[in-house]
């Protein structure tokens, strides 16, 4: 295939039934002008931009055309502000946003959970009801009411949604991580929400092993003075022994409760919902918090769901009836992403557990097994099979697959291809970015348009996404900056906690661009109007003043057979800066003068001779969040000399004593 060709193009039959090409029906049905092609397709650049012209229209056509249940309370739909990310979104409006992801019980699926191992359970829309009534009862007699924070300590199992669901129902604001994180990890995200009621696990399984959370959890317990009421939920058995239930816990610690004799005295019963304002909180999510405590990120509750809404069945094409699976945890924000499927009529698809256990193909049995339509994951499970050579379009039926989705970091031109040559050639994959920041995307998939090696589609419905240079100036395609938002979303956070007058808020995303959302990211559009990521901004490369996005070496260097991992820095050297590769080998290769010499061959080649490495290290794992993100900061600041100062939120803290006194580096 030509460098100039897409690698995909929906037929014009595909992209005229895809949800996007019926809200651009119904747009222009409202009077929100044409924007549908000769052949039945969509003119996205056109829909697009109404969308960002029109803001109002556009938010309102999104409420209707998704169903959200609720109470506008008038026509007022944005309340401008200043500062501008002070705009409020449907300011009379009531609603709830559980009742929105419950709709009504039924025989219908709600969630497939599948857990490493042979585990399987099956919840209806009726028995999801019913268990969230039992949820909420247990939540009412705890005490909690509207604005109390309820925390979850819990895998991606059924009783994680519906603990988020029966909070929600009351108004309670909802946090949750995932149990693999220590104590400190813990207690430095939970400590600052304070909630009255913490549900956890005694255990968890992982990549074929089984892993006891008891004796963390009480002394976790021991420093959340602000908990009332701690419960336990038995997962230990049910890992152990494929079809067992889920429920008592095996000797939880003193002073917690079973989740099944907290259920035990409430019967199911209609679920009640209290209307609540659109700007109500919903969520607190958390940064990484590599760099210090994590930061606390109030969502607001009709903000994420409308901005969800649209990232799903507009970008992604999610529809009634589909079954969604996107591989997270309860500690990364794609599972609060994945819950919202619900409110579309889909199922979730809860996968608990390893990817590539008992193979890397888990996910992919999965889809042929529950019929997924959707499958997320990230770009570095992607470059994992492609390296492994893996090919499921050899093994694997596929049948009702239209769409996998990337995300978590920058997927490589290489990613791209291996995804249309190796797993579905008629997919649409959907490459993804936005952040835990806005709990969704600036730019993403198109159905209807087509898919370019190593860029995303386009920027999502209703975000004025640009790339920015040092002064401001909007940047055309091919050059590099900052991306930006320059106009009010809904899901812009209500702020952080314990942040008065909102000084820290302002200064993360509005400091660096008045005016402007910045994300952080280092990013360029393109000339078919997509957008091509380079990595994070406090990670860019700066050796003789020229910047360098980070993700521009690596997938250079990710190809190559030897190359296992790799990350890149910039290290302080003679009054400059001057790259540092860090590379781990597969087994059986070392780093040879030779292969050395390949290695800058193909960066000189590839981008330019600063790019071009001034030291290539071998080291044998490499640092990674929780959330499989690498971090360059962390090494870059023991490189340095500098403290890490919060290892917690890194997966393999272990990692870092790799990058101590290195001699390479003197």
């Not at 829309?125 to 007699?141: G, I, M, Q, T």
């Not at 336990?232 to 004799?261: K, Q």
């Not at 600036?442 to 040092?470: K, R």
Request: a negative charge.
């Amino acid at each position: 295939m030509s460098a100039d060709a897409p690698l995909w193009v929906p037929s014009p039959e595909r992209a005229a039934a895809t949800r996007l090409a019926d809200f651009a029906r119904f747009v222009a049905a409202r009077g929100g002008g044409t924007t549908e092609r000769d052949d039945g397709g969509v003119d996205a650049p056109a829909l697009h931009a109404w969308t960002v012209r029109d803001p109002a229209a556009f938010w309102s056509a999104v409420w209707d055309f998704c169903g959200i249940p609720g109470d506008r309370g008038s026509d007022r739909v944005v309340e401008p502000a200043e500062p501008f990310w002070r705009t409020r979104f449907f300011p009379d409006a009531r609603l709830n946003v559980a009742r929105a992801l419950l709709g009504a019980p039924s025989a219908d699926d709600a969630i497939e959970y599948v857990r490493e191992g042979g585990l399987r359970r099956t919840l209806t829309r009726a028995d999801l009801h019913a268990l969230v009534s039992r949820v909420r009862a247990a939540l009412v007699e705890a005490g909690v009411g509207p604005g109390d924070r309820v925390a979850a300590l819990l895998p991606n199992v059924p009783e994680a949604y519906a603990l988020m669901l029966a909070a929600a129902s009351l108004g309670a604001v909802f946090t949750s991580t995932s149990p693999d994180f220590g104590v400190e990890g813990v207690v430095d995200r939970f400590a600052q929400v304070a909630p009255v009621v913490l549900v956890a696990v005694d255990g968890y399984r992982y990549g074929g092993r089984h892993f006891e959370c008891r004796d963390r959890l009480a002394e976790i317990s021991t420093r959340l003075p602000s908990v009332r009421t701690t419960v336990v939920l038995g997962h230990l058995e049910s890992t152990a022994a494929p079809g067992a239930s889920p429920g008592a816990s095996r000797g939880a610690p003193p002073g917690t409760v079973d989740w099944e004799a907290w259920l035990a005295p409430h019967d199911p019963r209609p679920v009640e919902f209290v209307e609540l304002p659109f700007d109500h909180p919903w969520y607190v999510v958390f940064s990484s918090g590599t760099t210090g405590r994590p930061k606390c990120i109030v969502h607001r509750a009709g903000g994420v769901l409308i901005k969800h809404l649209s990232e799903q069945q507009l970008q992604c094409d999610v529809r009634r009836g589909d079954r969604v699976c996107y591989f997270t945890t309860t500690g990364w924000m794609m599972w609060n992403w994945l819950a919202s499927v619900l409110a579309s009529g889909a199922t979730v698809v809860a996968y608990d557990g390893s990817p590539a256990e008992p193979s890397l193909t888990a996910l992919f049995d999965l889809v042929d097994e529950l019929d997924l339509t959707f499958l997320g994951t990230s770009a570095r499970f992607l470059d994992e099979l492609r390296r492994a050579g893996v090919r499921p379009v050899d093994t694997h039926g596929l049948a009702r697959l239209r769409t996998i989705a990337s995300t978590g970091s920058p997927l490589a031109p290489e990613g791209f291809r291996f995804v249309h040559e190796a797993i579905a050639p008629d997919v649409h994959l959907a490459s993804i970015s936005g952040g835990t920041d806005l709990c969704g995307c600036l730019v993403g998939g198109d159905p209807t348009g087509a898919v370019w090696a190593g860029e995303i589609q386009g920027p999502s419905p209703g975000l004025d996404v640009a790339v920015l240079g040092p002064d401001g100036a909007a940047l055309g395609p091919g050059q590099r900056g900052e991306l930006v938002c320059r106009n009010a979303f809904p899901s812009i956070p209500l702020g952080f906690l314990d942040d008065p007058g909102d000084e820290r808020f302002a200064a993360t995303y509005f400091e660096r661009f008045p005016g402007a959302w910045h994300q952080g990211d280092f990013a360029e559009v393109t000339i078919h109007g997509g957008t091509v990521i380079h990595g994070r901004s406090d990670a860019t490369l700066n050796p003789g003043g020229v910047r360098i996005g980070t993700a521009e070496i690596t997938r250079l260097i990710e190809p190559v057979p030897a190359i296992a991992d790799c990350l890149v820095i910039g290290q302080d050297w003679e009054s400059d800066t001057r790259v540092v590769l860090f590379v781990v080998l597969h087994p059986g290769h070392e780093l040879t003068a030779d292969l050395e010499a390949d290695l800058r061959a193909r960066v000189r080649s590839g981008a330019s001779p600063r790019h071009v490495p001034a030291r290539i290290v071998a080291v044998p794992d490499l640092p990674r969040t929780r959330s499989n993100k690498l971090s360059e900061l962390a090494v870059r600041d023991v490189v340095h000399g500098r403290p890490v100062t919060n290892t917690e939120a890194l997966a393999n803290p272990e990692a870092l004593a790799h990058f101590r006194d290195l001699e390479e580096l003197a």
